[in-house]
């Protein structure tokens, strides 16, 4: 339980045998770190050399792992988790957002990075409300779209978390992809038939 | 819409996209026929696939990513997202002033730039480089920067504020103990060999640029900023025109002076300086003016000190060659450490005599307590089979105190399954604890329920009896209630708890609140303190039992706080915020509201709190230093924490009687021992399967696994966490003279493999940050690390002429094996596509390695090229770290279900796999489980025996 080899590794351990307490111990060390991190890139970051998500997620499994050589299976389902935290911190962040700006505090932004942000918030809160409602239709596409969006798996990376093949990971999220922008920026009138 | 027809719509929408553009109308006919609802759910979805274009890219995550930083609103003159509070000071790289960081809620200080500065292009892209370099450093005795930025003209350095003095006004006001003085020195030590592990040279080491905290940690500041901001030229133009000092050279090494490149041990030398200043109440080189500064660092010798070991370390880190210094920092602090822990043996490691350590030489560097020295007992005994029993031996029984006062440890709970978070009875004559009903074992845990237990004896008694989780009991005041947390939800980012109370008689609950981790009573039983939730709730309240009201008592804080708990006399209440998974600080508040206040700064997690008596004092639980947790005690007023004698290691969750004369706290580890079982060895064509039980031959109460046998004299390298920090250890083929290896005192070492000489052992350690390649001479000095950069270097082995390292490193991106020579240097990659772990074949031609972990053994020429499967060893598909590569061929354990597990033999001369061993115990998995002599005659295996939790309760406590 609290052995002190490493919180983080035993955590994922229980959690791979199925302790569900595990993941509710472990979150909010994922979310702490990845924002951390992204913080920490987002103040060196320089013009043209832009932060890779999936860098930031690797980062976050280093430093909160450490380098023990680990069952792969340990990164796989850190990556489960880091994609689930890394949208519980975006949402968190709009709808935070949405408050600041109905309670009138002044954001030393400009107006026009303020747009952008505000088109931004709305647009991962209605991400996040399209992917429960794909949850409900089908979970696994919904977790893939987690995956490879939030934590910027590549579709082989996300096959191994999942354990399907990278040819699933493309078919399933050529789809959900397709659907999910139809629930956010709304379908055309139906083609004349 | 149901699954069964998103399925339908999924098949054919795959079938429609696959289809040539020309055919999917007449598909789409043929597959929907007169299904119109379902053609038009496909034909919508079909165009929306058109103008997704780059919906959900990882650019559209970046942005809002990006969002994350945008500075949130404060009132005030600010720079950036900094507002400034107050000047502290103007240094030669500008001002610094202490600001407030909006948008992270803390305490910053802000160094502003001075405009002639910032008018310099080339000096400005300079600084930026360098400040960037030094923004990565993460390491507690280097002051962090957070942020380099600028508003219009202005660039500002934002770093962590450090409440301390300089080194410099630490020196003006009074004089140093050498302890103290070689604490000092250490802490430096380490923060700069860190610096130089990421290739970065501080460059301008100086009392000046060392600050020390009331609590004893110091914190170097101005890394590599330094140059960028100042350099030589203009520091000799200073001394030799007008003699104004700009900055001081006292400090400088030669080759600085000279103006020549520097390197790490450049800082060496300024360190050395440092030191020595410290230690001899003057500077090493004087003089009236700066020129005559210059001239005695470069001709000079200091005079010398009182001892002897510390002018040989003086002398190595002084010499005005800088390849006559200590070549590392790393070999600095060594020599450091040693000499601070045992004055009279300190032989620098530059000039390290050939002697091998006597075991009592081991033994003696156990701290002194009673329950200690039986382990080191233990150690002595190295072949005990029965190890176990003999810890068990401290088993005294409870309830009748030594009568002479001195502080007693026994364990209360030595029933079955896992037991925690004990409390005990306002009249200290019971406890209440959370227990599983004692379905243990290396599994996952069970729920546990609370119990409570008579300290004089008896059978625990159950009090709740729900499904969930049940935790963090306490008594109330009045003695007739329990509370209590329940995990509830198991669906948020934070672990949801009920806050309940039961009658001790037993009966109904009452859920009081919901709420995070912990819950206290204040000493007049009206209130409950608990920890509320993040992101909206976070912090610590008092909720009332009368009406239900909730106070809170903490500011806003982005952290979690957890684990609460009122002082007995109700004024205070301690808990714990956490601020990343290492650390998790104790924080104070006043019971009335008012500022919180921090109390440990040692960025290690924290397990629980608990008032002394006289609410004076806070025991809390802290892995703080190294050496497994151990319970510490720091006063209410700040200071430095100080561990508490009888604990040791596997110490958690203290929680002290009313009375404040008893203490119970969680002991928990893991005991890991080596086995030996002999054969009949290799017959000419395999090895023989008549192998008998294995005997404990490697046994203490702590981890001792991941064993390594020399080909020559079956001496065994192995890990071992008997001194509370895993250590490499070696000892005799019988596992007598049991002889410590490495004291990093650090996390994750491990792998220790034998050079085919038995001169040396080489391992892995995250001592240094990351793990790193490490040699360590069994003659005796330091350990040497091999790697270095931000990789991950690990599982290393040697080559047939000793004279490479393979090891596995993930720095092409991907997990590799490299190859580097024994002395150091660069690394050259031997595998391109996965390997995990590799062993050189009896001919040193080839390699053997793993594909993956997890995976099948492969072949890749030692100098690399093509990669091959071994054809007759790829059933054998998981294989993780449990394997090696004699001269007949290849002893490996392949995973397989269930508990049982054997061990392989892969015979070079028949091609063929036959088992050697069956083993009783499961492996451990996560380290090397077996290694096979030589001769395959003696088979190591390592098992867990056993998973130590017990309540400790500490009697006469003071």
């Not at chain 2, 998103?6 to 026929?33: F, H, N, T």
């Not at chain 2, 949130?72 to 001002?95: C, Q």
């Not at chain 2, 007049?524 to 009406?547: H, K, M, W, Y």
Request: charged share 25%; proline share 6%.
């Amino acid at each position: 339980m609290h052995s002190g080899d490493g919180e983080v590794t035993q955590l994922l351990k229980a959690w791979s045998k199925g302790d569900t307490d595990a993941l509710e111990r472990l979150a909010p060390l994922v979310e702490g770190e990845l924002r951390r991190l992204a913080r920490r890139y987002l103040s060196k970051e320089q013009p043209g050399e832009t932060l890779q998500p999936t860098a930031l997620v690797n980062e976050a499994y280093v430093r909160l792992i450490g380098w023990n050589p680990v069952e792969w299976q340990d990164r796989t389902h850190f990556y489960a988790v880091a994609a689930k935290m890394m949208r519980h911190i975006l949402v968190n962040q709009a709808v935070s957002r949405g408050r600041q700006k109905r309670g009138g505090s002044a954001l030393l932004v400009s107006l026009a990075e303020a747009d952008q942000v505000s088109q931004r918030s709305a647009d991962i809160l209605a991400l996040d409300e399209a992917l429960i409602k794909l949850a409900k239709i089908d979970d696994r596409s919904s977790q893939l779209v987690e995956l490879r969006f939030f934590a910027g798996l590549t579709a082989d990376e996300t096959a191994e978390v999942l354990g399907i093949s990278a040819r699933t990971v493309h078919r399933e999220w050529d789809l959900a992809r397709a659907w999910l922008f139809r629930e956010l920026r709304g379908g055309r009138e139906a083609h004349e038939q | 819409m149901t699954a069964e027809r998103w399925k339908r719509i999924a098949a054919i929408y795959d079938s429609v996209v696959e289809a040539p553009p020309d055919g999917r109308e007449a598909l789409l006919g043929q597959v929907c026929q007169s299904d119109k609802d379902l053609r038009r759910e496909i034909e919508s979805l079909l165009d929306a696939r058109e103008r997704a274009e780059d919906f959900l890219s990882p650019d559209e995550l970046h942005a809002h990513i990006r969002g994350l930083s945008v500075p949130e609103a404060a009132p005030g003159k600010r720079l950036g997202r900094y507002e400034i509070l107050s000047a502290i000071g103007a240094g030669g790289m500008g001002e610094v002033y202490l600001a407030h960081d909006a948008e992270l809620n803390r305490r910053v200080a802000l160094k502003v730039l001075p405009a002639q500065f910032t008018r310099d292009e080339e000096r400005v892209v300079r600084f930026r480089r360098e400040a960037r370099a030094a923004s990565a450093l993460s390491h507690p005795n280097i002051v962090t920067i957070y942020d380099v930025g600028r508003t219009g003209e202005t660039w500002f350095i934002a770093t962590e504020f450090v409440e301390g003095v300089t080194l410099r006004s630490r020196l003006a006001e009074r004089t140093l103990a050498i302890p103290e003085a070689l604490g000092i020195a250490l802490q430096c030590a380490s923060g700069l060999e860190a610096a130089h592990d990421a290739r970065i040279v501080h460059g301008d080491v100086k009392p000046e640029n060392i600050l020390v905290r009331p609590d004893g940690v110091v914190k170097i500041v101005d890394f590599g900023l330094a140059r960028s901001t100042q350099n030589c030229r203009e520091l000799f133009d200073d001394a030799t025109q007008s003699g104004a000092v700009v900055g001081t050279p006292r400090y400088m090494s030669p080759e600085q002076a000279r103006g020549q490149k520097l390197d790490g041990r450049s800082d060496i030398f300024s360190l050395g300086a440092v030191m020595y200043e410290m230690i001899a109440r003057q500077p090493a080189f004087r003089g009236a003016t700066n020129a005559e500064v210059f001239a005695a660092l470069l001709n000079s010798e200091p005079e010398p000190l009182t001892s002897s070991g510390l002018n040989a370390m003086m002398r190595n880190a002084l010499a005005k060659d800088r390849d006559c210094r200590y070549q590392t920092m790393h070999d600095f602090a060594v020599d450091l450490r040693r000499f601070g822990e045992r004055p009279q043996n300190l032989v620098p490691a530059v000039e390290r005599l050939k002697s091998t350590q006597p075991l009592g030489g081991v033994v003696r560097d156990f701290p002194k307590n009673p329950r200690l020295s039986r382990r080191a007992i233990l150690t002595g005994a190295g072949a005990l089979g029965a190890g176990l029993s003999l810890y068990r031996l401290r088993s005294k029984r409870p309830g009748n105190a030594a009568q002479d006062g001195t502080p007693t440890v026994t364990p209360l709970t030595s029933f079955a399954g896992y037991k925690d978070y004990g409390s005990f009875s306002p009249d200290g004559e019971r406890i209440v604890f959370s227990w599983n009903g004692g379905q243990g074992g290396s599994g996952g845990r069970q729920e546990r329920d609370i119990y409570i237990k008579k300290i004089s004896g008896g059978e625990p008694v159950r009090l709740t009896f729900a499904q969930q989780d049940d935790t963090h009991a306490a008594w109330s005041p009045d003695r007739r209630s329990i509370a209590f947390c329940r995990l509830m939800d198991n669906q948020t980012p934070y672990m949801r708890f009920a806050i309940s109370i039961v009658p001790v008689s037993g009966g109904a609950e009452r859920k009081i609140t919901e709420g995070g981790e912990g819950v206290s009573w204040s000493p007049d039983g009206r209130t409950l303190a608990v920890a509320g939730l993040p992101p909206d709730s976070g912090g610590i309240f008092q909720v009332s039992l009368e009406n239900g009201a909730r106070t809170r008592l903490t500011g806003w804080s982005p952290h979690l706080d957890e684990l609460p708990v009122f002082s007995p006399d109700g004024k205070w209440i301690v808990f714990t915020r956490s601020f990343g998974p290492r650390a998790r600080e104790l924080f104070v508040v006043p019971a009335s509201g008012g500022s919180e206040r921090q109390l440990t700064f040692e960025q290690q997690p924290t397990y629980g709190a608990a008032w002394t008596g006289d609410s004076k004092e806070i025991v809390f639980s802290s892995n703080q230093g190294g050496g497994g947790e151990s319970l510490w005690r720091i006063p209410l007023g700040g200071g430095t924490p100080r561990r508490l004698a009888s604990t040791f290691g596997g110490a958690f969750y203290p929680s002290i009687s009313r009375k404040g004369d008893q203490l119970i706290y969680t002991e928990s580890f893991r005991d890991t021992n080596i086995y030996l079982s002999e054969g009949a060895g290799f017959n000419g064509r395999s090895v023989l399967h008549h192998f008998g039980s294995p005997r404990g031959l490697i046994v203490s109460s702590r981890r001792d696994d991941s064993p390594n046998i020399l080909g020559t004299d079956d001496r065994i390298a192995f890990v071992s966490k008997r001194t509370g920090n895993e250590e490499i250890w070696i000892c005799d083929r019988d596992g007598r003279n049991p002889l410590q290896m490495s004291s990093f005192a650090g996390p994750d070492t491990g792998t220790p493999r034998w050079s085919p000489d038995g001169r040396w052992v080489a391992f892995d350690s995250s001592a240094a940050g990351n793990p790193n390649i490490y040699i360590v001479s069994v003659e005796g000095g330091p350990p040497r690390k091999l790697t270095s950069g931000p990789h991950g270097n690990y599982m290393p082995s040697w080559s047939v002429d000793g004279k490479r390292i393979y090891f596995k490193s993930d720095r092409s991106g991907s997990d590799q094996i490299w190859s580097i020579t024994a002395q150091g240097g660069g690394a050259t990659q031997i595998t391109r596509s996965g390997a995990c772990e590799a062993f050189s074949s009896p001919d040193g031609k080839l390699l053997y390695y793993t594909k993956r972990g997890w995976g099948a053994i492969w072949t890749v020429p030692a100098e690399g090229g093509p990669e091959e499967p071994v054809p007759e060893l790829q059933r054998y598909d998981r294989i993780f770290r449990s394997w090696g590569v004699i001269r007949d061929g290849i002893y490996f354990m392949s995973r397989e279900q269930g508990p049982r597990q054997t061990v392989w033999f892969f015979s070079f001369a028949t091609r063929q796999v036959s088992p050697l061993l069956t083993l009783d115990k499961e492996p451990i998995w996560s380290y090397p489980d077996v290694a096979l002599s030589a001769d395959g005659s003696r088979l190591l295996t390592a098992h867990l025996d056993q998973e130590v939790n017990d309540l400790m309760l500490i009697q006469n406590f003071r």
